[in-house]
């Protein structure tokens, strides 16, 4: 009995203690700051990860869009500089022809195409949704798309073209293919000038994006 009555009067002085309390109270304070601690950096890690991730993202974007522009530089200085070379010479020879009276020169020969043009391109088209600068997403698709159209009008004029040489020059067909193949080259002539009028401007807005030309990120769509 004297025991539990001294036990009774050791806890009765302990919660009665300021100092008792008081380390009650720091160790609660202190375990609750810990585990905030711990949130906080948790969260901090998270942010970071994600900024690490963006910042990847961003990297291989830019990279997609340099080979997007090496892409469009070797068509345009490998094909289609050439090709419009020829096509406007063409053209001034029907003219010339016609003003002096002459047979027409023959249509251009061309052939079928089976090589993709656009592998690049083409690997990468989901990426682009991830571009940030909304013009110039829509100006890569749209010169594309127009790169696209002139190489199926090539292989259109490579079709017509084995038709052609294979009649005979007395066969009025010929003549008659012979003056489909002169509109083609026409309509051809025509996308490559304005290809070209956009090929230019669009290289300069890549190079712009790039770093080194202000500072872009991937879109708020892959952000959120």
């Known amino acids: 009995m004297h025991a539990w009555q001294h036990l009774g009067h050791f806890f009765s002085s302990q919660l009665s203690s300021k100092?008792?309390?008081?380390?009650?109270?720091?160790?609660?304070?202190?375990?609750?700051?810990?585990?905030?601690?711990?949130?906080?950096?948790?969260?901090?890690?998270?942010?970071?990860?994600?900024?690490?991730?963006l910042q990847t993202e961003q990297r291989i974007l830019n990279n997609i869009l340099r080979s997007i522009a090496a892409e469009l530089k070797v068509l345009k200085t490998g094909n289609f500089d050439d090709l419009e070379k020829k096509i406007k010479q063409q053209s001034k020879n029907r003219e010339q022809a016609q003003k002096n009276n002459l047979n027409p020169p023959p249509p251009l020969a061309m052939k079928l195409t089976e090589q993709n043009y656009f592998i690049v391109f083409e690997?990468?088209?989901?990426?682009?949704?991830?571009?940030?600068?909304?013009?110039?997403?829509?100006?890569?698709?749209?010169?594309?798309?127009n790169a696209k159209g002139l190489v199926d009008h090539l292989n259109t004029m490579g079709r017509e073209f084995q038709i052609y040489r294979h009649l005979s020059d007395t066969d009025p067909k010929k003549q008659v293919v012979a003056g489909m193949l002169t509109t083609l080259e026409d309509q051809l002539l025509n996308g490559l000038t304005k290809l070209q009028e956009e090929v230019g401007p669009l290289l300069k807005k890549i190079e712009q994006y790039l770093p080194g030309n202000g500072e872009h990120a991937v879109s708020e769509d892959v952000k959120t």
């Open 19 to 53: 100092e008792f309390w008081a380390a009650i109270i720091g160790a609660v304070v202190g375990g609750l700051m810990t585990v905030i601690a711990a949130i906080l950096a948790q969260k901090q890690a998270a942010k970071d990860q994600r900024q690490r991730d």
């Open 123 to 145: 690997s990468n088209a989901a990426a682009l949704g991830r571009i940030d600068d909304k013009n110039l997403r829509e100006d890569i698709i749209k010169v594309y798309g």
